[in-house]
């Protein structure tokens, strides 16, 4: 069974930073784009930013341009997310998730397995 697994996340003051990482397993392909979205209650999960499987193209949202970035680690089958000058807005559950299109998508309806979500919480 496929596993997509978070961490990194934790409680950060407003302007700090954090860096959520992600790593699939059990995928039976090597190559395949991931993707970061985020959720808080009572809302829809939103797109956060997206990598494509070699690397080479990224997107994100408005929300957080110019202040997160993406990026695949060495091993394949992992992915971080480095996020800068938080916000409290930025507060949210974090979910990694892999397409198994090479290019991504910015549609959570296109990514085929997503981690548990891990908590990020920024202060004011």
């Known amino acids: 069974q496929v596993q997509v697994v978070e961490s990194g996340g934790g409680l950060v003051q407003a302007g700090g930073s954090l860096r959520l990482s992600c790593a699939a397993s059990?995928?039976?392909?090597?190559?395949?784009?991931m993707g970061w979205f985020r959720q808080t209650p009572g809302k829809e999960r939103e797109f956060v930013a997206v990598?494509?499987?070699?690397?080479?193209?990224?997107d994100y949202a408005n929300s957080v341009k110019g202040r997160f970035t993406i990026s695949r680690g060495n091993a394949k089958n992992t992915v971080y997310l480095q996020m800068n000058s938080l916000k409290p807005e930025d507060t949210a559950v974090y979910y990694c998730?892999?397409?198994?299109?090479?290019?991504?998508?910015?549609?959570?309806?296109?990514?085929?397995?997503w981690g548990q979500g891990t908590q990020v919480t920024v202060s004011s």
């Open positions: 059990r995928l039976t392909v090597d190559d395949y784009a």
């Open positions: 998730a892999v397409d198994l299109n090479l290019l991504g998508s910015t549609n959570e309806r296109d990514f085929d397995f």
């Open positions: 990598v494509t499987w070699n690397g080479e193209i990224t």
